[in-house]
């Protein structure tokens, strides 16, 4: 796990820096605090620079950027190829000698053995930059499901890339506040990519690669399809299809247990994190270090549970203490972590610098398994909001009144329970509405009143039912996948993942996320809905671990890890304000202010702006 940097000149650009190419790898040196490397080709038209966290191959023969011996193919790489071994056994049979262990040089010899085809072939997360000296092209690439970030942007005579928005304005100009972003942003607590929060620098999308060729950058281009692992279901009965997950879940288990150095794992207490301590215990020799933030207010503590959990499956637990007081002075310092906003976050901030605390390297995360085995709300909520709009479609005019009558409730003043009433019909028929109505954070009513008069427009380009309808087609799966397909292409690979890969480096701590593989999904998704999403409390996956997970881990009323952020926001103790910029209507920033210390609207929704205001320019 490490930070990648990069910088290319463009036709008739200027030659690179040594200095900027140091200076863009430097600023992500937490990433990588192990080693450091760079290399500028003699004709200095393309720089490549490194920091290393050693996981594979602790040796100086895992050092990058790495070359091949003929000096033809270098690379920078970030990420974990877990099916590495296999492939360098294939690459072996077929004439490649290596020099390491390190799933990196898989990747040289792969590009040079298959091209673009080396893409689909890895099981893994990464994102890379790969340069052909003989063919002067550079490959930047992104694994399927956006584990690993990575970020690029151009000015008038270079290309630059990283691993982290701020890394690269280090180097150059971001081109100010993005108002599309600033607006989806709005709409969804998240900043989904293409965009980020600065109009000149680019996310590259998950399951996409681009070529720089002779100076010229592409467009992003898919090479995985989330969508079409959808609706492949097989025909299996109850027990078939409990082996089959239990079978699945062990295999990518396995894999993401790959490394040179210990992997421990976060233990909640909860079904993901349990289930997931069963599994690693049974394919991985020993016990298992385990990990668990513990406060000190009750209300906000599973201590128990997770000790108990870790007696259980015989882990060697490290419970960490922490008065709730250090952690409301840590927030401000995990927001600017954040890299750019985001209303989630802290929380795997504060749990990575327990694991690193705790002597760990790596951890595994039990991020994914509410998407795949419906463990949200919204599996419930979004089909009957969506056959309430289909029903109220059916009825000449029905439509049109209902939305004039949410319309003109929306003038009285907020009330947080009759808002989510009014959303349902808010936003429209269909899945895409629905979930929008469900998961968005403001309504575009509410993001026009808080965008500035001249960028009011923006609202309608960032449309988040328009999006998705875009994006994911969701129509197009099976309606007992469609919410699955929702939750995994938005929820997780734009926010969750951001933003646990983002919060988790800043410890220089690996994150491994053995429920977010897109081996494992292909796998899952051939069993029937019926039983991969059969509750209660996401039955098949804790039914898989062995022994079984008993009931005291999942019937009883899950806390989950939150905070008092309600309290710290009323009482102003968080140190950072609420945004002032031409882009926001500051008089409609006030009144939501107003709104929020008059119980009108709910906190996450103050907390938006709150986190929105260290990256506005």
């Known amino acids: 796990m490490c930070g990648i940097a990069g910088i290319l000149a463009l036709k008739k650009g200027s030659p690179v820096e040594v200095d900027a190419l140091i200076r863009l790898r430097d600023a992500q040196t937490h990433r990588g605090p192990d080693d450091a490397g760079d290399w500028v080709d003699p004709s200095r038209k393309?720089?490549?620079?490194?920091?290393?966290?050693?996981?594979?191959?602790?040796?100086?023969?895992?050092?990058?950027?790495?070359?091949?011996?003929?000096?033809?193919?270098?690379?920078?790489?970030?990420?974990?190829?877990?099916?590495?071994?296999?492939?360098?056994?294939?690459?072996e049979e077929a004439g490649h000698v290596f020099r390491s262990t390190s799933d990196t040089e898989v990747l040289l010899h792969g590009y040079r053995e298959w091209k673009l085809d080396l893409l689909p072939r890895l099981r893994g997360m990464f994102a890379f930059g790969l340069h052909d000296s003989k063919e002067k092209r550079t490959l930047l690439a992104r694994d399927p499901l956006g584990i690993k970030p990575l970020y690029y942007a151009e000015s008038a005579n270079q290309f630059f890339f990283a691993?982290?928005?701020?890394?690269?304005?280090?180097?150059?100009?971001?081109?100010?506040?993005?108002?599309?972003?600033?607006?989806?942003?709005?709409?969804?607590?998240?900043?989904?990519?293409?965009?980020?929060?600065?109009?000149?620098?680019?996310?590259?999308?998950?399951?996409?690669?681009?070529?720089?060729?002779d100076g010229?950058?592409?467009?992003?281009?898919?090479?995985?399809?989330?969508?079409?692992?959808?609706?492949?279901?097989?025909?299996?009965?109850?027990?078939?299809?409990?082996?089959?997950?239990?079978?699945?879940?062990?295999?990518?288990?396995?894999?993401?247990?790959?490394?040179?150095?210990e992997v421990g794992s976060f233990l909640s207490g909860g079904v993901d994190s349990s289930s997931l301590i069963g599994l690693m215990s049974?394919?991985?020799?020993?016990?298992?270090?385990?990990?668990?933030?513990?406060?000190?207010?009750?209300?906000?503590?599973?201590?128990?549970?997770?000790?108990?959990?870790?007696?259980?499956?015989?882990?060697?637990h490290h419970r960490i203490d922490i008065r709730l007081e250090e952690v409301r002075e840590q927030i401000k310092e995990s927001v600017y972590a954040l890299d750019q906003p985001s209303i989630d976050g802290p929380n795997v901030y504060l749990v990575s610098?327990?694991?690193?605390?705790?002597?760990?390297?790596?951890?595994?995360?039990?991020?994914?398994?509410?998407?795949?085995?419906?463990?949200y709300s919204t599996f419930n909520t979004v089909p009957r909001v969506a056959d309430f709009n289909r029903n109220l479609a059916r009825i000449p005019g029905m439509p049109f009144m209902a939305r004039s009558a949410a319309s003109a409730l929306n003038q009285l003043p907020r009330n947080h329970r009759r808002s989510t009433l009014n959303r349902s019909v808010a936003y429209g028929s269909g899945i895409s509405a629905a979930?929008?109505?469900?998961?968005?954070?403001?309504?575009?009513?509410?993001?026009?009143?808080?965008?500035?008069?001249?960028?009011?427009?923006?609202?309608?380009?960032?449309?988040?039912?328009?999006?998705?309808?875009?994006?994911?087609?969701?129509?197009?799966?099976?309606?007992?996948?469609?919410?699955?397909?929702?939750?995994?292409?938005?929820?997780?690979?734009?926010?969750?993942?951001?933003?646990?890969?983002?919060?988790?480096?800043?410890?220089?701590?690996?994150?491994?996320?053995?429920?977010?593989?897109?081996?494992?999904?292909?796998?899952?998704?051939?069993?029937?809905?019926?039983f991969l999403q059969a509750g209660p409390a996401k039955k098949s996956l804790r039914n898989s671990a062995r022994p079984e997970l008993p009931e005291v881990y999942w019937k009883r009323t899950k806390k989950g890890f939150t905070l008092p952020f309600d309290q710290w926001l009323r009482q102003g103790s968080l140190g950072i304000d609420l945004p002032d910029h031409p882009i926001l209507d500051s008089a409609a920033i006030a009144r939501l202010e107003g709104d929020f210390q008059k119980s009108r609207i709910l906190w996450p929704r103050l907390w938006a702006l709150y986190t929105l205001t260290p990256f506005l320019e």
């Not at 100009?173 to 600033?182: C, F, H, I, K, L």
């Not at 959990?309 to 015989?314: H, L």
């Open 353 to 375: 610098k327990a694991a690193v605390d705790a002597g760990l390297k790596v951890a595994v995360a039990g991020v994914g398994g509410d998407e795949l085995f419906a463990g």
């Open 216 to 261: 010229s950058p592409s467009s992003p281009r898919p090479y995985y399809s989330l969508q079409e692992e959808f609706g492949k279901s097989e025909n299996m009965d109850e027990q078939e299809a409990s082996d089959h997950i239990r079978k699945s879940l062990l295999d990518s288990v396995r894999c993401h247990m790959v490394a040179d150095v």
């Open 282 to 316: 049974e394919v991985q020799p020993g016990s298992i270090s385990t990990v668990n933030l513990s406060f000190d207010v009750p209300d906000y503590d599973e201590g128990d549970f997770a000790a108990s959990a870790a007696s259980f499956y015989g882990t060697r």
């Open 46 to 91: 393309i720089g490549l620079a490194h920091r290393r966290l050693s996981i594979i191959d602790l040796s100086a023969s895992g050092h990058q950027p790495m070359h091949t011996r003929d000096q033809e193919l270098h690379i920078v790489f970030n990420g974990e190829i877990y099916n590495f071994q296999s492939l360098k056994k294939e690459l």
């Open 435 to 530: 979930y929008s109505a469900a998961r968005s954070l403001f309504t575009p009513r509410d993001v026009r009143e808080l965008l500035a008069p001249d960028y009011k427009s923006v609202a309608e380009a960032t449309n988040p039912v328009s999006e998705l309808a875009g994006s994911l087609k969701p129509e197009k799966a099976p309606k007992d996948q469609q919410v699955s397909l929702l939750e995994v292409g938005r929820y997780l690979r734009m926010q969750l993942l951001r933003d646990t890969d983002v919060m988790s480096m800043r410890h220089s701590l690996e994150v491994r996320t053995p429920l977010v593989d897109h081996i494992l999904i292909r796998n899952l998704l051939k069993v029937p809905s019926r």
């Open 163 to 213: 691993s982290e928005v701020q890394a690269i304005r280090s180097v150059t100009d971001g081109g100010g506040t993005d108002p599309e972003a600033v607006s989806a942003y709005l709409h969804w607590g998240y900043i989904a990519p293409p965009r980020t929060i600065y109009r000149r620098i680019r996310s590259l999308p998950p399951g996409h690669y681009m070529t720089i060729q």
